[in-house]
């Protein structure tokens, strides 16, 4: 059975204890993520500035 958790509801120490999940410095690790990203839409754009401003300025992306 698959148990859901919010994320309010675990902790890091938790999720580290749970799933032996290591911290990952490799430059390397996702490189995906870094090249060969495709263009954002205008939509895309715009969705993202609204989720920007829901922040306070002094958080920076």
Known sequence: MVQILQGKDITL???????????????DF???WRHDLAELSDLEKQSLNEVKAEYPSSVTF
């Open 13 to 27: 120490a938790q999720l580290i204890d749970e799933f032996g999940l290591q911290l990952a410095d490799d430059e």
């Open 30 to 32: 996702f490189s995906e």
